[in-house]
């Protein structure tokens, strides 16, 4: 069992930067995918970036990249989303999760027995 708790989301003006951390306590941190997702209400919830099991590769989504960066800390069970540039369209809940698989789906929320309860990032223009 693993359980996610995401933190550093807030109310910035476009360009701004943030870093999210999600913090999970549980077995076999290392073991995980831990992928960022984010969602906006009426819409699916989307694809943000991926480190692999054991932070071998990064995978960061489109609409992103170039301005997050995903990392990890596996002495210190947490995961962190670097967001530069922000952009209004940036605004939405932003979830991390945990997974293990070996489909390199990163993108299918299938994949994740496991979900934080996520943190609200809002940029204003």
């Known amino acids: 069992q693993v359980s996610l708790v995401e933190s550093g989301g807030g109310l910035v003006q476009a360009g701004d930067s943030l870093r999210l951390s999600c913090a999970a306590s549980?077995?076999?941190?290392?073991?995980?995918?831990m992928t960022w997702f984010r969602q906006v209400p009426g819409k699916d919830r989307e694809f943000v970036a991926t480190s692999t099991s054991s932070g071998g590769s990064e995978y960061i989504g489109d609409p992103v990249k170039g301005r997050f960066t995903i990392s990890r800390d596996n002495a210190g069970n947490t995961v962190f989303l670097q967001m530069n540039s922000l952009k209004p369209e940036d605004t939405a809940v932003y979830y991390c999760?945990?997974?293990?698989?070996?489909?390199?789906?990163?993108?299918?929320?299938?994949?994740?027995?496991?979900w934080g309860q996520g943190t609200q990032v809002t940029v204003s223009s």
């Open positions: 549980g077995r076999d941190f290392s073991s995980y995918a």
């Open positions: 999760a945990a997974g293990s698989f070996y489909n390199r789906m990163w993108g299918y929320l299938g994949n994740y027995n496991y």
